[in-house]
C-alpha cells in the first residue's frame, strides 16, 4: 500500500488535514471555555447595581446597633424576580454573622463554605466574583456587600450564583460539532485527497508509460503535457528528452547503417571478435571467403582454420599477426589485430582472398623462367652457328644453309622480343587504343593475303567469307591495328596446324549489337582439357607441332579483344579448331561523336 504515490498523497492529505483539525481544537475549545467562564461571570458581576436596587429597599439597618432586617415577603418577591431574570440564585446573608436572611430559592441546600467568595468580599468591602463547586456542580458567583449609612463595614452580603451548566453544554455541543466537522472533514479529505491523488499519479503514470515504451524501443512515444504545472512541465521535458533520443539513436542508425554498407562493400572480410575469441560481427565477404556462417557467439576454433586460430592467440601477445592459408582451393591471407578502444569487440581480423596475387606471382616466376628458356634456346642455337662458322672449313654450300638457319632464330628472338613488350605493356596499362568504326571485309582480305604463301607451300589454301547485310558494310568498333594484330595471331595459330590440302576460313558476320569473326582450320583441334589453357603465357599444346612459337600469340590476342571491349573463345568440335573474335559493332553513346566513319585505309585495301 505505501509503495504506491497515490496512497502516499492520500495518507498525507488526510494527515494535514488531521494536524490542522487537532490545532484548530486545541486552539478553539480550552480557551471556549475559559472565555465562557469568564464572560459568566462578568455578566454576573455587571448585574450588582441590579441586585442592590432591586433588594436594599427592603433591608433595614438600625444605626445604633447595627442589626439587619428585612421585610417579609417583599424581600423575597424581589429576589425572586431578579432570580428569574438573572436565572441566578440569590442569597442575603448578615454580614456580622454570616447567617442568611433570604433566599430566592428557600428550597434548595446552602453552604456557606462551598462559596469562598463570600468571605473575600466581607474582608475586602469589595464585589467578588468567583467559580464554585457545590456538590459536583460548577457554579459561577458573585459577591457583593451592602452598606449602611453610619454603619462601618458591610452589613449585608448578597450572593449572586448562577450554575455554569449552560456553559458546559455550549462547550460540549461546540466540541461535538468540531468532532462531527472533523471526522466530515476526513472524510471529504480521504475523498479529495485520493482523487487529487488519482489525477496527479495518472499524469504521471502517463510519463511512465511512455517512458516504458521508449525502453521498449518505440522513441516516438511522447507525454500529452495538459496543465503547465510541474508535471506538465516534466512531460514537456521528456517529450524533449524523447526527441533528443530519437536524434541520437538516428544519428547512430544512420552511422551504423553507414559502417554496415561500408563493410558490405568491402572486398576484404572484416570479423569483430570479442576478449574470448567469439565471434560479434562478421560482414557477408568474411563469409563467403571462409564459407562459414560465423554467426554472433561462435567460437573462431569452430569456423576458422587453426593457422588463424594461431595468428590470433598469438595477436593476444600485443603484436599484429598475418597468416597465409588454404581455403577450398582459395589462397586466403588474413590479418589479426588488437582493437585499441574498450568494449566488446577487442579483436578484428582482415580477410583477403589472395589467390590471383599468388597465381599472378606464380605466373611472374614461371614467365621469367620460360622467357629465360625462351631466349636461351636460339641464342645457344646462334652461338654454335656462329662458331661452326668462325672455324672456316665449312663449304660455301653448308655456310648458306646455316645463315638461313641463323635467320630463323633471329626472327624467332625478334617475334619472341616484340611479343614481350606487347605483354609488358599490356600488365602496365601502356597500351593506347584509337577506336573508331572499321569496316571488317578489307581489312580481313589485307591480314589473309599475308598467309597465302605460307598455306600454298603446305598445299592449304585460305578463304574469306562474309554474311549477307544488304548494302551496309560489316563494320566494328575497334582499334584496326590491333584488330590486324590479332587477326594474324589466329591465321599464324591457324597455318601452324593446318595440314595439307586444307582450307583456313576467316568468317565474317554480325550477332545483334557485335561483329563476330570466325577462324577456323582442319588441323587436330584442341582436347577440352586444354581450351582455356592455350591462351596462358607460354602454354604449348600436346598435340603435333604445338612445341613451335614462343606460346605469346593467343595469349596476346586476348588481352588486346578484351581491352577493346570483346571476347575471344574457341570452339573446337569434332576436326579442326574455330577461334571466334566478338567485338562492338557501335561506340557506346559517349563516344559517338569521336568516333571515325569507315577508315579509309581499310577502302583502299584490295578483296
Given at each position: 500500500?505505501?509503495?504506491?504515490v497515490?496512497?502516499?498523497?492520500?495518507?498525507?492529505?488526510?494527515?494535514?488535514?488531521a494536524?490542522?483539525?487537532?490545532?484548530?481544537?486545541?486552539?478553539?475549545?480550552?480557551?471556549?471555555?475559559?472565555?465562557?467562564?469568564?464572560?459568566?461571570?462578568?455578566?454576573?458581576?455587571?448585574?450588582?447595581?441590579?441586585?442592590?436596587?432591586?433588594?436594599?429597599?427592603?433591608?433595614?439597618?438600625?444605626?445604633?446597633?447595627?442589626?439587619?432586617?428585612?421585610?417579609?415577603?417583599?424581600?423575597?418577591?424581589?429576589?425572586?424576580?431578579?432570580?428569574?431574570?438573572?436565572?441566578?440564585?440569590?442569597?442575603?446573608l448578615?454580614?456580622?454573622?454570616?447567617?442568611k436572611?433570604?433566599?430566592?430559592?428557600?428550597?434548595?441546600?446552602?453552604?456557606?463554605?462551598?462559596?469562598?467568595?463570600?468571605?473575600?468580599?466581607?474582608?475586602?468591602?469589595?464585589?467578588?466574583?468567583?467559580?464554585?463547586?457545590?456538590?459536583?456542580?460548577?457554579?459561577?458567583?458573585?459577591?457583593?456587600?451592602?452598606?449602611?449609612?453610619?454603619?462601618?463595614?458591610?452589613?449585608?452580603?448578597?450572593?449572586?450564583?448562577?450554575?455554569l451548566?449552560?456553559?458546559?453544554?455550549?462547550?460540549?455541543?461546540v466540541?461535538?460539532?468540531?468532532?462531527?466537522?472533523?471526522?466530515?472533514?476526513?472524510?471529504?479529505?480521504?475523498?479529495?485527497?485520493?482523487?487529487?491523488?488519482?489525477?496527479?499519479?495518472?499524469?504521471?503514470?502517463?510519463?511512465?508509460?511512455?517512458?516504458?515504451a521508449?525502453?521498449?524501443?518505440?522513441?516516438?512515444?511522447?507525454?500529452?503535457?495538459?496543465?503547465?504545472?510541474?508535471?506538465?512541465?516534466?512531460?514537456?521535458?521528456?517529450?524533449?528528452?524523447?526527441?533528443?533520443?530519437?536524434?541520437?539513436?538516428?544519428?547512430?542508425e544512420?552511422?551504423?547503417?553507414?559502417?554496415?554498407?561500408?563493410?558490405?562493400?568491402?572486398?576484404?572480410?572484416?570479423?569483430?571478435?570479442?576478449?574470448?575469441?567469439?565471434?560479434?560481427?562478421?560482414?557477408?565477404r568474411?563469409?563467403?571467403?571462409?564459407?562459414?556462417?560465423l554467426?554472433?557467439?561462435?567460437?573462431?576454433?569452430?569456423?576458422?582454420?587453426?593457422?588463424?586460430?594461431?595468428?590470433?592467440?598469438?595477436?593476444r601477445q600485443?603484436?599484429?599477426?598475418?597468416?597465409?592459408?588454404?581455403?577450398?582451393?582459395?589462397?586466403?591471407?588474413?590479418?589479426?589485430?588488437?582493437?585499441?578502444?574498450?568494449?566488446?569487440?577487442?579483436?578484428?581480423?582482415?580477410?583477403?582472398?589472395?589467390t590471383?596475387?599468388?597465381?599472378?606471382?606464380?605466373?611472374?616466376?614461371?614467365?621469367?623462367?620460360?622467357?629465360?628458356?625462351?631466349?636461351?634456346?636460339?641464342?645457344?642455337?646462334?652461338?654454335?652457328?656462329?662458331?661452326?662458322?668462325?672455324?672456316?672449313?665449312?663449304?660455301?654450300?653448308?655456310?648458306?644453309?646455316?645463315?638461313?638457319?641463323?635467320?630463323?632464330?633471329?626472327?624467332?628472338?625478334?617475334?619472341?622480343s616484340?611479343?614481350?613488350?606487347?605483354?609488358?605493356?599490356?600488365?602496365?596499362?601502356?597500351?593506347?587504343?584509337?577506336?573508331?568504326?572499321?569496316?571488317?571485309?578489307?581489312?580481313?582480305?589485307?591480314?589473309?593475303?599475308?598467309?597465302?604463301?605460307?598455306?600454298?607451300?603446305?598445299?592449304?589454301?585460305?578463304?574469306?567469307?562474309?554474311?549477307?547485310?544488304?548494302?551496309?558494310?560489316?563494320?566494328?568498333?575497334?582499334?584496326?591495328?590491333?584488330?590486324?594484330?590479332?587477326?594474324?595471331?589466329?591465321?599464324?595459330n591457324?597455318?601452324?596446324f593446318?595440314?595439307?590440302?586444307?582450307?583456313?576460313?576467316?568468317?565474317?558476320?554480325?550477332?545483334?549489337?557485335?561483329?563476330?569473326?570466325?577462324?577456323?582450320d582442319q588441323?587436330?583441334?584442341?582436347?577440352?582439357?586444354?581450351?582455356?589453357?592455350?591462351?596462358?603465357?607460354?602454354?604449348?599444346?600436346?598435340?603435333?607441332g604445338?612445341?613451335?612459337g614462343?606460346?605469346?600469340?593467343?595469349?596476346?590476342?586476348?588481352?588486346?579483344?578484351?581491352?577493346?571491349?570483346?571476347?575471344?573463345?574457341?570452339?573446337?568440335?569434332?576436326?579442326?579448331?574455330?577461334?571466334?573474335?566478338?567485338?562492338?559493332?557501335?561506340?557506346?553513346?559517349?563516344?559517338?561523336?569521336?568516333?571515325?566513319v569507315?577508315?579509309?585505309?581499310?577502302?583502299?585495301?584490295?578483296?
Open positions: 500500500m505505501l509503495r504506491s497515490k496512497n502516499w498523497l492520500t495518507l498525507l492529505f488526510l494527515a494535514v488535514l494536524v490542522a483539525i487537532l490545532t484548530a481544537f486545541l486552539y478553539v475549545i480550552p480557551p471556549l471555555e475559559d472565555r465562557l467562564v469568564t464572560q459568566k461571570l462578568n455578566d454576573l458581576g455587571r448585574s450588582s447595581d441590579l441586585v442592590i436596587g432591586g433588594i436594599s429597599q427592603y433591608l433595614q439597618v438600625d444605626p445604633s446597633t447595627g442589626r439587619l432586617s428585612a421585610l417579609e415577603p417583599e424581600l423575597g418577591y424581589a429576589l425572586s424576580l431578579i432570580d428569574n431574570r438573572l436565572d441566578a440564585r440569590i442569597v442575603v448578615n454580614a456580622s454573622n454570616m447567617v436572611i433570604a433566599d430566592s430559592r428557600s428550597g434548595a441546600p446552602f453552604n456557606i463554605l462551598d462559596f469562598p467568595v463570600l468571605n473575600l468580599a466581607k474582608q475586602t468591602g469589595t464585589i467578588r466574583v468567583a467559580t464554585a463547586n457545590v456538590a459536583g456542580t460548577e457554579y459561577a458567583a458573585v459577591a457583593v456587600p451592602l452598606r449602611a449609612a453610619g454603619v462601618p463595614g458591610p452589613v449585608a452580603i448578597v450572593l449572586v450564583s448562577a450554575s451548566h449552560d456553559v458546559r453544554v455550549a462547550v460540549s455541543t466540541e461535538r460539532q468540531l468532532l462531527l466537522a472533523t471526522g466530515l472533514g476526513l472524510l471529504l479529505a480521504v475523498a479529495v485527497g485520493y482523487l487529487a491523488a488519482y489525477f496527479i499519479t495518472r499524469r504521471i503514470k502517463r510519463i511512465e508509460r511512455s517512458a516504458e521508449i525502453a521498449a524501443g518505440d522513441l516516438d512515444a511522447k507525454v500529452n503535457a495538459g496543465v503547465h504545472d510541474e508535471i506538465g512541465q516534466l512531460g514537456l521535458t521528456f517529450n524533449t528528452m524523447g526527441e533528443r533520443l530519437r536524434e541520437a539513436f538516428s544519428q547512430i544512420r552511422e551504423k547503417e553507414q559502417v554496415e554498407v561500408l563493410l558490405d562493400d568491402l572486398t576484404e572480410g572484416v570479423i569483430g571478435l570479442s576478449e574470448v575469441g567469439e565471434v560479434r560481427t562478421a560482414n557477408p568474411a563469409r563467403e571467403l571462409l564459407r562459414q556462417p554467426e554472433s557467439g561462435t567460437p573462431l576454433s569452430a569456423v576458422a582454420p587453426d593457422d588463424l586460430v594461431r595468428a590470433w592467440e598469438d595477436s600485443g603484436e599484429d599477426q598475418t597468416v597465409v592459408f588454404e581455403c577450398d582451393e582459395r589462397t586466403l591471407e588474413a590479418s589479426v589485430y588488437r582493437a585499441e578502444r574498450s568494449g566488446d569487440i577487442r579483436s578484428i581480423i582482415i580477410v583477403r582472398d589472395v590471383d596475387q599468388v597465381r599472378l606471382e606464380r605466373a611472374q616466376r614461371e614467365f621469367i623462367a620460360t622467357a629465360s628458356h625462351e631466349l636461351k634456346t636460339p641464342l645457344f642455337s646462334l652461338s654454335g652457328f656462329m662458331e661452326l662458322l668462325d672455324e672456316g672449313d665449312l663449304d660455301a654450300e653448308t655456310q648458306r644453309d646455316f645463315l638461313d638457319l641463323m635467320r630463323q632464330q633471329i626472327d624467332r628472338l625478334t617475334n619472341l616484340l611479343s614481350l613488350l606487347d605483354l609488358s605493356q599490356v600488365d602496365a596499362g601502356g597500351i593506347r587504343l584509337h577506336p573508331a568504326i572499321v569496316e571488317l571485309s578489307p581489312l580481313a582480305y589485307s591480314v589473309a593475303a599475308e598467309f597465302r604463301q605460307r598455306l600454298a607451300a603446305k598445299g592449304a589454301r585460305i578463304v574469306v567469307s562474309q554474311a549477307e547485310t544488304g548494302e551496309a558494310p560489316l563494320v566494328a568498333y575497334c582499334d584496326e591495328m590491333r584488330l590486324a594484330q590479332v587477326l594474324r595471331a589466329l591465321l599464324d591457324a597455318v601452324k593446318s595440314p595439307a590440302d586444307s582450307t583456313v576460313t576467316v568468317a565474317l558476320s554480325r550477332d545483334r549489337e557485335a561483329a563476330v569473326i570466325v577462324v577456323s588441323g587436330p583441334g584442341v582436347p577440352p582439357g586444354e581450351r582455356e589453357r592455350i591462351f596462358e603465357r607460354f602454354y604449348h599444346g600436346t598435340q603435333n604445338a612445341q613451335s614462343s606460346g605469346l600469340g593467343l595469349s596476346i590476342a586476348r588481352e588486346l579483344v578484351e581491352l577493346m571491349g570483346g571476347t575471344l573463345t574457341v570452339d573446337s568440335e569434332g576436326v579442326g579448331a574455330s577461334f571466334v573474335v566478338r567485338l562492338p559493332a557501335s561506340p557506346p553513346p559517349d563516344d559517338i561523336g569521336d568516333a571515325a569507315v577508315s579509309e585505309t581499310a577502302q583502299r585495301r584490295p578483296r
